[in-house]
């Protein structure tokens, strides 16, 4: 069973910068493909990013290209999301999942595991 906390969330100004971070236990950090969803108030849970097991490949939702960086420690069992320019619209709790099947994940669905959700709020 793996376990996945999240932290880092705060409160920020817009064009502000946060990094967010989610520790890993419980399973081999290493052959798990990490994602990251947020959701906003009021909306469902959406895709922002992804990378897979070994660091080298990522993936990220059209709002945040350019703005956020996902990237692992597998030393650490750690993945993180910088985020960087934060818009107003950024504002959402923010969770790391977990996938044991191999490949790039987007889809809720398709993956194992989740955080608690840490909230970020992006003020003007």
């Known amino acids: 069973q793996v376990q996945l906390v999240e932290s880092g969330g705060g409160s920020v100004q817009a064009g502000g910068s946060l990094r967010v971070s989610c520790a890993a236990s419980?399973?081999?950090?290493?052959?798990?493909?990490m994602g990251w969803f947020r959701q906003a108030p009021g909306k469902e849970r959406e895709f922002v990013c992804a990378v897979s097991r070994s660091g080298s490949v990522t993936a990220y939702a059209e709002s945040v290209k350019g703005r956020f960086t996902i990237s692992r420690d597998n030393a650490k069992n750690t993945v993180y999301l910088q985020m960087n320019s934060l818009k107003r619209e950024d504002t959402a709790v923010y969770y790391c999942?977990?996938?044991?099947?191999?490949?790039?994940?987007?889809?809720?669905?398709?993956?194992?595991?989740w955080g608690q959700g840490t909230q970020v709020t992006v003020s003007s």
């Open positions: 419980g399973g081999t950090f290493s052959r798990l493909e």
């Open positions: 999942a977990a996938s044991t099947m191999y490949g790039i994940k987007r889809t809720q669905s398709e993956y194992d595991y």
